[in-house]
């Protein structure tokens, strides 16, 4: 079955608690399955069935403390680390087939990136699933692909592919910019988009091909 023949490990995600820290990872299959790993223990703590989808490649933990999972089916779900429950929260934005990549922002609030129309959405519990791209990031583009976010100035930044570029969205003002386009990154391809803090500096980096 797929899980011989697509080993195959995805989003993860470390998750710190008073007392423990897991790791939290999904192994393709169909279903795929959300695993949790106790490192202290190394016992695995979560094995959870991910129904009507077979991967994921965005795992992020809210600053409440819950555990969102993406899904190559559009769908976001839900779990409290220390429970044995996952919850379906439905499809993101309709149309949307893939959201490859989650981020935390602030309030238990998270973001994630989808494809085919490359946009980004919002979620938060009490407010559910929102678009904030107003369309697609990029005309004529279809992934949004990789998200970073900056608590210290509020903006979420976004990587879009094939035919690269970098944008970003200033969350307070409604306003979104290009920072930098295949041109000036002077390559195809790119595999990662994060933020470092670097003393009071926020730097993007990327880890080009």
């Known amino acids: 079955g797929t899980q011989i023949h697509s080993v195959t490990l995805q989003g993860?995600?470390?998750?710190?608690?008073?007392?423990?820290?897991?790791?939290?990872?999904?192994a393709r299959g169909r279903p795929a399955h959300l695993v949790g790993v106790d490192l202290k223990t190394n016992i695995t703590v979560v094995n959870l069935p991910l129904e009507y989808t077979d991967g994921s490649w965005g795992i992020t933990e809210s600053t409440d403390g819950i555990l969102y999972v993406s899904t190559a089916q559009g769908v976001i779900f839900k779990h409290m680390p220390g429970s044995n429950e996952i919850e379906n929260l439905g499809v993101a934005l309709k149309g949307e087939k893939v959201i490859w990549d989650v981020v935390a922002?602030?309030?238990?609030?998270?973001?994630?990136?989808?494809?085919?129309?490359?946009?980004?959405?919002?979620?938060?519990?009490?407010?559910?699933?929102k678009e904030i791209s107003d369309g697609p990031v990029m005309e004529g583009q279809q992934y949004a692909r990789y998200l970073a976010y900056d608590h210290l100035h509020h903006k979420l930044y976004v990587g879009v592919r094939i035919g690269i570029s970098v944008h970003e969205f200033d969350l307070n003002t409604g306003k979104k910019r290009m920072l930098f386009s295949e041109e000036d990154l002077k390559s195809t391809s790119f595999h990662n988009l994060k933020l470092i803090p670097s003393s009071s500096l926020w730097r993007i980096y990327q880890r080009l091909q």
Request: with cysteine; net charge positive; hydrophobic share 25%.
């Open 105 to 129: 922002g602030r309030n238990g609030e998270i973001y994630g990136a989808t494809y085919p129309g490359c946009k980004v959405f919002r979620y938060h519990p009490k407010d559910g699933f």
């Open 12 to 26: 993860s995600a470390f998750v710190e608690s008073k007392e423990r820290s897991y790791v939290y990872t999904v």
